[in-house]
């Protein structure tokens, strides 16, 4: 039988992977680095841990779905499919801690870790139990917007940087076209498994050159009230 909503009676531990990744989304993007790396470590393992939450309630659907001889069967509210929707509701949180992080002192080293954080929360986005539980309320509230996106995971992780660069008092930044372009890589990048390990791998690169273009642009807006001496060492440190 088919149990409650997860939004219903959340589990104890609902609070405590909320308050974790609020935290993680807070400390990615702060000048020390310690802290910052220990963050993004921590946001990192919760959207892995969504991640793996999403691909075992995929297996326990399929087998209903073959004891029942059904095709398809609704995703069943288990421990898996509380984790997930956890996450899921926390997507803004997380696209403002991944724009903190691009934002801060050194990033280029982590744009994998924060290339697979996004893959993942993509892939949350465009999963079944998202498409159950969030579809159906999103083209309630906002019919034509839903309408203009091919997909409902490109909705979510556009309306979530929206959120997150408003966290940061970027909103202006909405229209530059590095900003347009990321929701897109994202995608692309998230949807490859299906593709060759070369085209799988070329995703990824265009993924992580999609966040240097964004760090490139706060770059350069950075450096552009600074001293030429101190644009010489912002650009230095953007090529380290």
Partial sequence: MIGPSPQ????????????????SAQCMGCQHKGASAT?????????GLASSSLEAAARSAASLASKLGVPNSPQQASKEVHIVMCILEQGPVVMSGVI??????????????????????????????????????????????????????????TSWLSVGLAAHNLQAWESHPAIQALPCAVHAAAHSDGLSSRARATSLVKLKKALRNVVEVHSKAHSAGLSSRARATSLLKLKV
């Fill in 8 to 23: 219903d009676h959340p589990p104890m531990w609902h609070d405590l992977l909320t308050t974790l990744t609020r935290l």
């Fill in 100 to 157: 903190g992080c691009l934002i801060s002192a050194s990033p280029l080293p982590r744009l994998q870790k924060l290339a697979t954080i996004l893959t993942q929360m993509c892939a949350l986005a465009g999963s079944n139990i998202a498409a159950e539980r969030i579809g159906p309320s999103l083209h309630n509230k906002s019919p034509n917007m839903m309408h203009q996106m091919p997909s409902l995971s490109h909705y979510l992780l």
């Fill in 39 to 47: 963050a993004l470590t921590c946001m990192s393992a919760l959207t």
